[in-house]
T-cell receptor
Protein backbone atom coordinates (compact mmCIF):
# COMPACT_ATOMS: atom_id res chain seq x y z
CA UNK A 1 0.00 0.00 0.00
CA UNK A 2 1.36 3.41 -0.95
CA UNK A 3 2.08 5.79 1.89
CA UNK A 4 0.22 8.55 0.03
CA UNK A 5 -3.04 7.79 -1.74
CA UNK A 6 -4.99 10.26 -3.85
CA UNK A 7 -8.55 10.06 -5.10
CA UNK A 8 -9.91 10.23 -7.62
CA UNK A 9 -7.20 9.35 -10.13
CA UNK A 10 -9.09 11.16 -12.87
CA UNK A 11 -11.77 13.80 -12.62
CA UNK A 12 -13.70 15.52 -15.39
CA UNK A 13 -16.06 18.37 -14.56
CA UNK A 14 -17.91 21.23 -16.20
CA UNK A 15 -16.64 24.77 -15.95
CA UNK A 16 -17.92 26.42 -12.79
CA UNK A 17 -18.22 23.26 -10.73
CA UNK A 18 -16.78 22.91 -7.23
CA UNK A 19 -13.89 20.45 -7.26
CA UNK A 20 -12.57 18.29 -4.43
CA UNK A 21 -9.44 16.17 -4.59
CA UNK A 22 -8.55 13.97 -1.65
CA UNK A 23 -5.27 12.78 -0.18
CA UNK A 24 -4.77 10.20 2.56
CA UNK A 25 -1.48 9.25 4.10
CA UNK A 26 -0.35 6.57 6.49
CA UNK A 27 2.78 7.99 8.12
CA UNK A 28 3.58 10.73 10.58
CA UNK A 29 4.35 13.94 8.74
CA UNK A 30 5.79 17.37 9.35
CA UNK A 31 3.84 18.97 6.48
CA UNK A 32 1.67 18.20 3.49
CA UNK A 33 2.15 19.78 0.08
CA UNK A 34 -0.18 20.28 -2.86
CA UNK A 35 1.48 20.67 -6.23
CA UNK A 36 0.14 21.44 -9.72
CA UNK A 37 1.54 20.15 -13.00
CA UNK A 38 0.16 21.29 -16.34
CA UNK A 39 0.54 18.91 -19.32
CA UNK A 40 4.14 18.87 -20.45
CA UNK A 41 4.94 21.48 -17.86
CA UNK A 42 6.84 22.00 -14.70
CA UNK A 43 5.62 21.50 -11.16
CA UNK A 44 4.32 24.41 -9.13
CA UNK A 45 3.91 24.36 -5.39
CA UNK A 46 0.40 25.46 -4.40
CA UNK A 47 0.30 24.93 -0.65
CA UNK A 48 2.34 23.67 2.24
CA UNK A 49 0.31 23.06 5.38
CA UNK A 50 0.69 21.30 8.69
CA UNK A 51 -2.69 22.14 10.24
CA UNK A 52 -6.00 23.77 9.50
CA UNK A 53 -6.76 25.44 6.22
CA UNK A 54 -5.11 27.70 3.67
CA UNK A 55 -6.69 29.68 0.84
CA UNK A 56 -5.18 31.23 -2.26
CA UNK A 57 -7.60 32.71 -4.75
CA UNK A 58 -10.06 29.99 -5.77
CA UNK A 59 -7.99 27.22 -4.20
CA UNK A 60 -8.48 25.98 -0.66
CA UNK A 61 -6.46 23.29 1.08
CA UNK A 62 -7.44 21.63 4.35
CA UNK A 63 -5.76 19.04 6.51
CA UNK A 64 -6.97 16.83 9.37
CA UNK A 65 -3.90 15.54 11.16
CA UNK A 66 -5.82 13.10 13.36
CA UNK A 67 -7.50 11.47 10.36
CA UNK A 68 -4.35 11.72 8.18
CA UNK A 69 -6.36 13.31 5.40
CA UNK A 70 -6.17 16.44 3.27
CA UNK A 71 -8.42 17.92 0.61
CA UNK A 72 -7.80 20.39 -2.17
CA UNK A 73 -10.86 22.36 -3.27
CA UNK A 74 -11.25 24.51 -6.36
CA UNK A 75 -14.19 26.89 -6.46
CA UNK A 76 -15.70 28.16 -9.74
CA UNK A 77 -13.48 25.83 -11.76
CA UNK A 78 -12.11 27.03 -15.08
CA UNK A 79 -10.52 25.19 -18.04
CA UNK A 80 -7.14 26.67 -17.08
CA UNK A 81 -7.39 24.62 -13.85
CA UNK A 82 -6.97 21.47 -15.98
CA UNK A 83 -3.78 19.87 -14.69
CA UNK A 84 -2.45 17.05 -12.58
CA UNK A 85 -2.65 17.80 -8.87
CA UNK A 86 -0.10 16.02 -6.72
CA UNK A 87 -0.18 15.50 -2.97
CA UNK A 88 3.12 15.01 -1.16
CA UNK A 89 4.00 14.57 2.50
CA UNK A 90 7.24 15.54 4.15
CA UNK A 91 8.87 13.77 7.05
CA UNK A 92 12.01 14.68 8.89
CA UNK A 93 15.00 12.55 8.01
CA UNK A 94 18.70 12.68 8.66
CA UNK A 95 20.53 15.81 9.74
CA UNK A 96 17.53 18.12 9.81
CA UNK A 97 16.62 17.33 6.23
CA UNK A 98 13.25 16.00 5.19
CA UNK A 99 11.95 13.36 2.83
CA UNK A 100 9.08 13.99 0.43
CA UNK A 101 6.78 11.12 -0.53
CA UNK A 102 4.48 11.77 -3.45
CA UNK A 103 1.07 10.52 -4.46
CA UNK A 104 0.55 9.51 -8.07
CA UNK A 105 -1.58 12.54 -8.85
CA UNK A 106 -5.15 13.39 -9.83
CA UNK A 107 -5.71 14.37 -13.44
CA UNK A 108 -8.34 17.12 -13.56
CA UNK A 109 -10.05 18.14 -16.79
CA UNK A 110 -12.45 21.08 -16.82
CA UNK A 111 -14.74 21.22 -19.84
CA UNK A 112 -15.90 24.67 -21.04
CA UNK B 1 12.95 35.58 -12.61
CA UNK B 2 13.79 33.89 -9.33
CA UNK B 3 13.46 30.13 -9.35
CA UNK B 4 15.01 26.86 -10.42
CA UNK B 5 16.48 26.61 -13.90
CA UNK B 6 17.08 23.25 -15.54
CA UNK B 7 18.87 22.50 -18.78
CA UNK B 8 18.35 20.95 -21.23
CA UNK B 9 14.55 20.68 -21.59
CA UNK B 10 14.73 17.71 -23.95
CA UNK B 11 17.43 15.16 -24.71
CA UNK B 12 17.69 11.94 -26.68
CA UNK B 13 20.62 9.65 -25.88
CA UNK B 14 21.79 6.36 -27.24
CA UNK B 15 22.37 3.53 -24.81
CA UNK B 16 25.80 3.88 -23.26
CA UNK B 17 26.15 7.62 -23.85
CA UNK B 18 26.74 9.98 -20.96
CA UNK B 19 25.28 13.36 -20.16
CA UNK B 20 24.90 15.89 -17.36
CA UNK B 21 21.66 17.60 -16.41
CA UNK B 22 22.25 21.05 -15.02
CA UNK B 23 20.24 22.76 -12.28
CA UNK B 24 20.67 26.19 -10.72
CA UNK B 25 18.61 28.12 -8.16
CA UNK B 26 18.88 31.77 -7.21
CA UNK B 27 16.82 31.71 -4.01
CA UNK B 28 19.70 31.05 -1.63
CA UNK B 29 18.19 27.68 -0.66
CA UNK B 30 20.33 25.19 1.23
CA UNK B 31 18.71 21.99 0.01
CA UNK B 32 18.51 20.74 -3.57
CA UNK B 33 17.02 17.57 -5.03
CA UNK B 34 16.83 15.49 -8.18
CA UNK B 35 13.65 13.52 -8.86
CA UNK B 36 12.47 11.36 -11.69
CA UNK B 37 8.85 11.07 -12.79
CA UNK B 38 7.58 7.96 -14.54
CA UNK B 39 4.03 7.22 -15.75
CA UNK B 40 1.79 5.81 -13.03
CA UNK B 41 4.32 6.45 -10.29
CA UNK B 42 4.88 9.32 -7.93
CA UNK B 43 8.05 11.34 -8.19
CA UNK B 44 10.98 9.42 -6.80
CA UNK B 45 14.08 10.92 -5.22
CA UNK B 46 17.37 10.14 -6.94
CA UNK B 47 19.82 12.22 -4.90
CA UNK B 48 19.65 15.21 -2.63
CA UNK B 49 22.05 17.75 -1.16
CA UNK B 50 21.29 19.26 2.23
CA UNK B 51 23.98 21.89 1.87
CA UNK B 52 26.92 22.89 -0.26
CA UNK B 53 29.50 20.13 -0.25
CA UNK B 54 27.17 17.31 0.84
CA UNK B 55 25.17 14.82 -1.20
CA UNK B 56 23.14 11.76 -0.24
CA UNK B 57 21.39 8.95 -2.06
CA UNK B 58 17.64 8.86 -2.40
CA UNK B 59 15.34 6.00 -3.36
CA UNK B 60 16.68 5.31 -6.86
CA UNK B 61 20.36 6.38 -7.08
CA UNK B 62 21.72 3.53 -9.20
CA UNK B 63 23.16 4.70 -12.52
CA UNK B 64 23.42 8.34 -11.44
CA UNK B 65 25.98 10.64 -9.86
CA UNK B 66 25.60 14.17 -8.59
CA UNK B 67 27.74 17.19 -7.84
CA UNK B 68 26.83 20.14 -5.63
CA UNK B 69 29.18 22.58 -7.27
CA UNK B 70 28.26 25.51 -5.03
CA UNK B 71 25.17 26.69 -3.20
CA UNK B 72 23.39 27.53 -6.47
CA UNK B 73 24.18 24.54 -8.67
CA UNK B 74 23.38 20.83 -8.41
CA UNK B 75 24.08 18.64 -11.42
CA UNK B 76 22.98 15.08 -12.23
CA UNK B 77 25.17 12.86 -14.37
CA UNK B 78 24.30 9.69 -16.24
CA UNK B 79 27.60 7.93 -16.94
CA UNK B 80 26.24 5.20 -19.20
CA UNK B 81 22.61 5.79 -20.12
CA UNK B 82 20.16 2.88 -20.22
CA UNK B 83 16.62 2.71 -21.62
CA UNK B 84 15.34 2.32 -18.03
CA UNK B 85 16.52 5.88 -17.41
CA UNK B 86 14.01 7.24 -19.92
CA UNK B 87 12.01 9.60 -17.72
CA UNK B 88 11.22 13.19 -16.89
CA UNK B 89 13.73 14.62 -14.44
CA UNK B 90 12.97 17.44 -12.04
CA UNK B 91 15.33 19.47 -9.94
CA UNK B 92 13.95 21.15 -6.83
CA UNK B 93 15.16 23.31 -3.99
CA UNK B 94 13.98 24.07 -0.48
CA UNK B 95 15.17 26.45 2.25
CA UNK B 96 15.66 23.79 4.91
CA UNK B 97 15.84 24.32 7.80
CA UNK B 98 12.71 26.49 7.65
CA UNK B 99 13.41 29.39 9.93
CA UNK B 100 12.47 33.04 9.95
CA UNK B 101 11.12 34.25 6.63
CA UNK B 102 11.39 30.72 5.19
CA UNK B 103 9.10 29.15 7.79
CA UNK B 104 6.18 28.79 5.35
CA UNK B 105 8.23 28.09 2.28
CA UNK B 106 7.81 24.76 0.50
CA UNK B 107 9.61 23.48 -2.53
CA UNK B 108 10.43 25.12 -5.84
CA UNK B 109 10.69 22.88 -8.88
CA UNK B 110 12.36 23.36 -12.21
CA UNK B 111 10.49 22.93 -15.48
CA UNK B 112 11.83 19.43 -16.06
CA UNK B 113 14.06 17.59 -18.52
CA UNK B 114 12.44 15.00 -20.75
CA UNK B 115 15.09 12.35 -21.41
CA UNK B 116 14.73 9.48 -23.87
CA UNK B 117 17.33 6.73 -24.06
CA UNK B 118 17.15 4.60 -27.19
Amino acid sequence: KNEVEQSPQNLTAQEGEFITINCSYSVGISALHWLQQHPGGGIVSLFMLSSGKKKHGRLIATINIQEKHSSLHITASHPRDSAVYICAVSRESNFGNEKLTFGTGTRLTIIP
Amino acid sequence: NAGVTQTPKFQVLKTGQSMTLQCAQDMNHNSMYWYRQDPGMGLRLIYYSASEGTTDKGEVPNGYNVSRLNKREFSLRLESAAPSQTSVYFCASSPLPRTGSYSNYGYTFGSGTRLTVV
